[in-house]
């Protein structure tokens, strides 16, 4: 599913919670670049195989909000700008969540400009793993619920 909607730029309203995706392995560049999305229903997508999630919803700024519930990363390596330029999303629920083995997280939340709070305390993460620049551009973010250090200090300087 790599780059499946990449470029979609028009695209307003997409209803894909008939989609098996029980053996898809890549879905970077899903959503790539769909700047005109505001609505996405993934709530039934399988993402128990899936490693690779690296700008999957890159670009989405008129995402207001995002339901990924039932998405379980167990097996993803790469969430690198995962999330970059969705500057509409309100908040985001990550709760479930499990990075034990993502290793690129650099650029994650940047320029989710109006996101307000988030909780990333479940969020394990390597002292090896690329983090840089995860917080960049956030400008609204002002509650960071978070036990790692590595995590912690990466938004602390957003403030410098």
Known sequence: ????????????????????????TDMSFM???????????????????????????EGCSSLKELNLSNFKTNNVINMISMFEGCSSLKELNLSNFNTNKV??????????SSLKYLNLSYFTINNKAFILNMF????????????????KKEYEKKFK
């Open 136 to 151: 960049k551009n956030c400008f609204s973010l002002r509650f960071l619920i978070c036990d790692n250090d590595l995590i």
């Open 31 to 57: 959503f790539y670049n769909c700047s005109s999305l505001k609505e996405l229903n993934i709530s039934n997508f399988n993402t128990n195989n899936v490693t690779n999630m690296a700008t999957m919803f």
């Open 103 to 112: 290793f690129f997280m650099f650029e994650m939340f940047k320029g989710c």
């Open 1 to 24: 599913m790599n780059g499946m909607f990449h470029n979609c730029s028009s695209l307003k309203v997409l209803n894909l919670s008939n989609f098996n995706t029980n053996n898809v």
